[in-house]
Structures are given as C-alpha cells and as structure tokens.
Nanobody
C-alpha cells in the first residue's frame, strides 16, 4: 500500500508564493507520474500540473508561467511551487501518484489566497 502525504498549504495574500510537497511512502515499485489536482468549493476537481518519471510536465493554462512542478525520483516526492498566487487559486490541492497498477491520492492540503 502506498500513502501520499501533502504539506505546505496555508493562507497567503494575492501575489504571494507557496510551495506544496507530497511524499510517497509504503511499498513502492514504480511511480510513473505525479499530478497535482485542486478542488474549489462548488467546483469539480481539476488537474493543475503533472510530471512523468522522465521529467515531462504539463500545466493547466490558468497556472502556466506561475506554477512549477518538480519531482525527486529517488525520494518519491513531488513539489509544486506556486508563485503570483491569485484568489482564484484558492482550493484544496491533492497529490496523485500513478503506479504500475494503481492510482493513489493524498488527503489534500488547503490553499487560501486572500485579495
């Protein structure tokens, strides 16, 4: 079983920065990709950014140029550096790991951006 634990959420003013981290632990054979999702109140969960084991990345248009996803394959961790935060970035952010046979989710971390 794989567990994902996120950290780094909090309250920040618009224009500020936060860095989210996610650590995978347990019996890990291979994590093919990590993603960050977010869900704002009353909205569907959306993919924010993803990164493959080879380092290829993708971002939703609304965060391009502001967010950067990175991973450490040796430590099975993924981070999301969020700069120039906007009130519309307020949401619960979830880490997801895609293994060989299974998909794993973290418990989520709240990010609140005040105007």
């Amino acid at each position: 079983q794989v567990q994902l634990v996120e950290s780094g959420g909090g309250l920040v003013q618009a224009g500020g920065s936060l860095r989210l981290s996610c650590a995978a632990s347990g019996i890990i054979f291979r994590i093919n990709a990590f993603d960050w999702y977010r869900q704002a109140p009353g909205k569907q969960r959306e993919l924010v950014a993803g990164i493959t084991s080879g380092g290829s990345t993708n971002y939703v248009d609304s965060v391009k140029g502001r967010f950067t996803i990175s991973r450490d394959n040796a430590k099975n961790t993924v981070s999301l550096q969020m700069n120039s935060l906007k009130p519309e970035d307020t949401a619960v952010y979830y880490c997801r790991a895609i293994g060989v046979l299974n998909v794993y989710w973290g418990q989520g971390t709240q990010v609140t951006v005040s105007s």
